[in-house]
């Protein structure tokens, strides 16, 4: 069977000893869990002592997690079954490393695929990479400051009326997609100051290509305006058709932004709604960028679906 190996580390300003108490009992894990914020409707159920826990949720699947092992501050040694969408178990544990400000925490899966499944090797390390990344971030913050700026309405099917846009398209690594994102929304800031007859909403990011297997992400950051003008050197002009989409928006910060673009493809591989291929998902920015304390920060995230 084609294995594979899943390791994320971070930096928490927190003993080893906090850290490590914190997580061997499964109660904590319902307040930065990587998957249960995906559905929060989920049925949880952890069992007295907080060594064992289980989950059944119709997008998540179903599945028990429990303490194989414990060694107090340095390493914690756990087994994960996964009962749906298919019968898996892994070994999964976390390290603990003190340095000059806490802990550095590592978080590692051995694991393996049904044979039919070898081509996904790829594909399953990446995305676990992903959830356990997101999920550390959300650890780090939850024990360095008692909560997690990231909440998730699950706002459902709606209508996007569609825009014409003047933007700049880059393709970067998804480490630098954060700065140069903020580099061409400041060129576009500076291009509309005196363009307010102009403008028709507010900022967006349309995603055409995330490819994490690669480490590429290609983006157009963008206004919508009422008709496409002389555009600056360098940008691009296009337009987003009127469409249904399926709307999910974060609040909070921005690091967190891909809880919301996770349960998005959760809720698809569900088959909750198809998404209309041709049209490339978005973010539309509710409030507007280095103006809103970041607990306060709304981001609707829309997936262009196929109506039914």
Same mark, same amino acid.
């Given at each position: 069977?084609?294995?594979?190996?899943?390791?994320?580390?971070?930096?928490?300003?927190?003993?080893?000893?906090?850290?490590?108490?914190?997580?061997?009992?499964?109660?904590?894990?319902?307040?930065? *869990?990587?998957?249960?914020?995906?559905?929060?409707?989920?049925?949880? $159920?952890?069992?007295?002592?907080?060594?064992?826990?289980?989950?059944?949720?119709? &997008?998540?699947?179903?599945?028990?997690?429990?303490?194989?092992?414990?060694?107090?501050? @340095?390493?914690?040694?756990? +087994?994960?079954?996964?009962?749906? #969408?298919?019968? *898996?178990?892994?070994?999964?544990?976390?390290?603990?490393? #003190?340095?000059?400000?806490?802990?550095?925490?590592?978080?590692?899966?051995?694991? *393996?695929?049904?044979?039919?499944?070898?081509?996904?090797?790829?594909?399953?390390?990446?995305?676990?990479?992903?959830?356990? *990344?997101?999920?550390?971030?959300?650890?780090?913050?939850?024990?360095?400051?008692?909560?997690?700026?990231?909440?998730?309405?699950?706002?459902? =099917?709606?209508?996007?009326?569609?825009? $014409?846009?003047?933007?700049?398209?880059?393709?970067?690594?998804?480490?630098?997609?954060?700065?140069?994102?903020? @580099?061409?929304?400041?060129?576009?800031?500076?291009?509309?100051?005196?363009?307010?007859?102009?403008?028709?909403? =507010?900022?967006?990011?349309?995603?055409?290509?995330?490819?994490?297997?690669?480490?590429?992400?290609?983006?157009?950051?963008?206004?919508?305006?009422?008709?496409?003008?002389? =555009?600056?050197?360098?940008?691009?002009?296009?337009? =987003?058709?009127?469409?249904?989409?399926?709307?999910?928006?974060?609040?909070?910060?921005?690091?967190?932004?891909?809880?919301?673009?996770?349960?998005?493809?959760?809720? +698809? &591989?569900?088959?909750?709604?198809?998404?209309?291929?041709?049209?490339? #998902?978005?973010?539309?920015?509710?409030?507007?960028?280095?103006?809103? #304390?970041?607990?306060? +920060? @709304?981001?609707?995230? +829309?997936?262009?679906?196929?109506?039914?």
């Amino acid at each position: 069977m084609p294995a594979f190996h899943v390791q994320k580390s971070i930096e928490i300003n927190s003993a080893p000893e906090v850290v490590y108490d914190y997580l061997s009992d499964f109660n904590n894990w319902r307040f930065w *869990s990587p998957w249960l914020i995906l559905e929060p409707e989920a049925k949880v $159920t952890v069992a007295p002592g907080g060594k064992h826990y289980a989950w059944e949720g119709n &997008r998540t699947g179903s599945g028990e997690m429990k303490v194989m092992k414990e060694n107090p501050a @340095q390493r914690l040694d756990l +087994q994960v079954t996964f009962l749906k #969408p298919w019968k *898996s178990t892994s070994a999964t544990w976390f390290e603990f490393t #003190p340095n000059a400000t806490g802990t550095v925490v590592t978080w590692c899966m051995d694991s *393996s695929l049904p044979f039919f499944l070898f081509f996904m090797k790829k594909m399953m390390t990446a995305y676990l990479g992903m959830d356990y *990344s997101r999920g550390l971030a959300m650890l780090k913050d939850q024990l360095e400051t008692g909560s997690v700026p990231s909440k998730l309405s699950f706002k459902g =099917i709606t209508s996007y009326g569609g825009c $014409t846009y003047v933007g700049y398209r880059t393709t970067c690594t998804m480490s630098t997609v954060g700065e140069r994102m903020k @580099q061409d929304f400041g060129k576009l800031f500076s291009w509309a100051k005196d363009k307010g007859d102009l403008l028709n909403g =507010i900022p967006f990011s349309i995603y055409h290509k995330w490819d994490i297997i690669n480490d590429k992400v290609e983006y157009t950051a963008a206004f919508p305006v009422k008709s496409a003008p002389p =555009i600056p050197e360098g940008a691009v002009t296009g337009s =987003i058709p009127a469409v249904k989409v399926n709307s999910i928006v974060h609040t909070g910060s921005y690091k967190h932004l891909g809880n919301a673009w996770s349960a998005q493809y959760n809720m +698809q &591989r569900a088959k909750v709604y198809k998404w209309k291929k041709g049209i490339d #998902p978005f973010e539309v920015y509710l409030t507007m960028p280095g103006t809103t #304390p970041e607990s306060e +920060q @709304q981001t609707d995230v +829309q997936f262009p679906v196929v109506e039914r």
